[in-house]
């Protein structure tokens, strides 16, 4: 599980790069973003907000990426995340208000789709 959640934090970044017209190759962001995710995890700032970024200009400034690029496709990438993550935090609180019978009725729905 752990591997394919950084698998998707690496796409995420990549795939927000692409989209602002940065050609990085994908092996920097193998390299470059496990790195930032260790950073963010130090308790130095709110919620990683200018350690992400101050370390992703940094690594990939030494790999010839060009500072303004790396802020945006960092600032993109974070928001695509908490964006999803919101749409899952609020998917959670609305199935909690479900009764059990209901609960049981939607896994049955799932699990015959399936």
Do not use: N
Request: charged letters at 15%; a neutral charge; proline letters at 4%.
């Amino acid at each position: 599980m752990l591997v394919g959640i950084q698998t998707i934090r690496i796409g995420v970044h990549y795939l927000a790069a692409l989209a602002l017209g940065v050609s990085v190759p994908p092996i920097l962001f193998l390299l470059v973003v496990p790195v930032i995710a260790v950073a963010v995890t130090l308790p130095l700032s709110v919620g990683g907000w200018g350690m992400r970024e101050g370390v992703a200009v940094l690594l990939f400034g030494r790999l010839g990426v060009g500072a303004p690029q790396t802020l945006a496709f960092e600032l993109l990438g974070h928001l695509v995340t908490v964006l999803v993550s919101g749409a899952g935090g609020v998917e959670r609180v609305l199935e909690a208000k479900l009764s059990d019978e209901e609960k049981a009725a939607r896994a049955r729905t799932l699990r015959d789709e399936w």
